[in-house]
């Protein structure tokens, strides 16, 4: 058998995540391998730290990557304050609702939903009504949901988990970096964010902070590892239950990432090059600019969309601006069309998954894929391949509706 050498074609990607990845990070990713206690590159680990302190807004202590996807971040926090047994309150309004439910049902929480239609978020005052009635340890919620393109207001949510103890884990994946996420100011307690969406970096990490309810957490069920363990730490007496799992205890990643420098995994070298150029792009441009980057080519590509005669889903008063979903025409095949905009255009856009499997697309507009030509790119094919599937489309509307954004003065 012969491999040739690794070919993969160049794609215009506008889905939700993985998103192209800006190519000074993809260089980064190149640069040679020290060790994980080398100076140099503990100095790259807390520089990473301090710049994903300014990404989440926060003066949190912890703020640092957990290895493994978006969804090692979310189990890492909820596996590390949950015992069994605890009540948690999971609002669910898409499909990554469900998976919060999931992670905390495995740690042996007593897990109590309530469900919103796909497309819609939640009144704040029906969660924290719920809040009331459940009286629940923890609140887990997702901030950007991507499978409906939503985004679940938290401020108000925050402010009554404070007020009630009860913690507030989000699940900030898809919003990071492309729409406000202010830890501090909406009193979040746990935080999870993802690489492969608006940061721009390829995913293999997932980027977390939490607060000092966390760590008091932590401290009472915080263990070392028999193999590295010191007389001292043999001899701590633990108030709480340890951790279940052993690679996403964060008392243990925290003793990794913290000054005692202590051994866990061994850190992902490239990822963390990876992610030090991606954090520091995103602090270049400025997380304002780079929020008004979002909202401005989502303009445009509605523009463009509704120009066509396309009719977007969901409630646009909490639309997610980095995912636009799309109702597929009625009699068109959904998945032909992606198929053809694939292998003609080389662009990707993305399906949905449970309920609107085969009623919607989503197109995302994330980090350096948000970018002018390729909105105008992805509103050209998908006009093109409409036409071939016979689908009524107002021909030749779309790119100019977009153009039009595009060339409007924008100071009037
Ligand atoms: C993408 C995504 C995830 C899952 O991320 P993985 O990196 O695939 O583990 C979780 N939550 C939300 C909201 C997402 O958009």
């Known amino acids: 058998m012969s491999i040739s050498e690794l070919q993969a074609p160049m794609r215009t990607i506008m889905t939700p995540g993985p998103v192209e990845v800006d190519p000074r990070v993809l260089r980064a990713m190149s640069t040679p391998i020290i060790g994980q206690f080398d100076p140099a590159f503990t100095s790259i680990m807390n520089e990473n730290m301090e710049m994903l302190r300014q990404v989440f807004q926060t003066k949190n202590r912890w703020a640092f990557p957990v290895d493994g996807t978006s969804r090692s971040g979310t189990e890492a ?40 239609p796909w497309g819609e978020v939640f009144d704040p005052q029906t969660v924290i009504e719920e809040i009331g009635k459940i009286t629940p340890k923890i609140v887990a919620v997702v901030h950007g949901e991507t499978s409906t393109g939503r985004m679940q207001p938290l401020e108000e949510i925050g402010k009554a988990c404070l007020e009630r103890d009860v913690l507030l884990i989000v ?27 608006c940061l721009s970096v390829p995913s293999g990490m997932a980027p977390i902070t939490y607060n000092e309810r966390i760590e008091t957490i932590l401290s009472k069920r915080k263990k070392v590892e028999r193999g590295i363990a010191t007389q001292e730490d043999l001899l701590f007496s633990r108030s709480g239950r340890p951790i279940a799992s052993n690679y996403f205890d964060l008392s243990m990643l925290q003793d990794y990432w913290g000054p005692r420098r202590l051994n866990h995994h061994t850190e992902a070298t490239s990822m963390n090059y990876a992610l030090h150029e991606g ?47 799309v109702e597929i025409p009625y009699g068109i095949d959904g998945e032909s069309v992606r198929k053809m905009l694939l292998e003609a255009f080389s662009i990707e856009i993305a399906s949905s998954f449970g309920p609107l499997h ?28 409409l036409i071939r599937h016979r689908a009524k489309v107002n021909r030749g509307e779309a790119l100019q509706a977009a153009l039009d954004v595009y060339t409007k003065p924008i100071h009037n």
């Open 77 to 116: 926090i909820l596996c590390s304050i949950i015992e069994p047994g605890d009540r948690v309150l999971v609002p669910i309004f898409g499909r990554f609702g469900h998976l919060l439910v999931e992670i905390c049902e495995r740690y042996g929480a007593d897990v109590h939903t309530i469900e919103c």
């Open 171 to 197: 699940d900030a994946v898809a919003s990071i970096g492309g729409a406000e996420v202010k830890t501090d100011e909406w009193h979040l307690d746990g935080v999870i964010g993802g690489t492969q969406k």
């Open 279 to 325: 954090l520091r792009l995103v602090l270049v441009e400025g997380l304002k600019p780079r929020f008004e980057r979002h909202k401005f080519h989502e303009t445009a590509l509605i523009a463009g969309l509704e120009a066509m005669g396309l009719t977007l889903f969901g409630d646009p008063e909490h639309k997610l601006p980095c995912v636009t979903c």
């Open 358 to 385: 085969g009623k919607i697309w989503r197109i995302g507009t994330m980090g350096y894929s948000c970018r002018k030509e390729n909105i105008l790119s992805v509103l050209g094919a998908l006009e093109a391949v």
